[in-house]
């Protein structure tokens, strides 16, 4: 990504810790944090769905919550960590929402599963459960299946949530 010279478009250092990988590089002040990953990163996982943060496929975790990098200047994540699906499986170990959408078949196209996967770590990080449909439903209305999976995916997160509360 070049950096425009003509005026107002004066670029920033962006410094952040991305998949607990160190960065920081001059952008455009008015690049998004999507862009930012995506073009800059090459973490293709985070997908441009709307551009108005409707669809949710741009989700990543910002300093652990997850919000929607279509909508975030890349300058607002300076100096906080942001995680991707790209830095969630460890090695070849999934991470257990990747493995209980795998397990439960809560995948479909895969267009939405990152920032689904995403959303559900947040929802999971920030709720001791145990979890209900109703909770798991309401906290991914921000997140849009094209595949009508929602099915499969509240199902996956309330075998991950029963787990968690099995010990």
Do not use: W
């Amino acid at each position: 990504m070049t950096v425009d010279a003509r005026p107002g478009t004066e670029a920033v250092t962006v410094t952040t810790t991305v998949n607990g990988r160190a960065d920081s590089r001059q952008v455009p002040a008015r690049t998004l944090l999507v862009h930012l990953l995506r073009e800059e990163l090459g973490l293709t996982a985070t997908t441009v769905g709307c551009d108005t943060s409707s669809c949710g496929a741009c989700t990543v975790l910002l300093d652990g919550r997850s919000v929607k990098s279509c909508t975030l200047l890349a300058a607002q994540a300076d100096g906080a960590d942001v995680r991707t699906a790209e830095g969630l499986a460890d090695g070849d170990r999934l991470h257990p929402v990747q493995e209980a959408f795998r397990e439960h078949h809560a995948l479909q196209c895969g267009f939405c599963t990152p920032g689904m996967v995403l959303a559900v770590v947040s929802l999971l990080d920030e709720n001791p459960g145990p979890l209900t449909e109703q909770d798991v439903r309401r906290a991914l209305v921000g997140n849009l299946c094209r595949c009508t999976g929602y099915h499969n995916i509240v199902r996956a997160v309330l075998a991950l949530d029963a787990a968690r509360q099995a010990g």
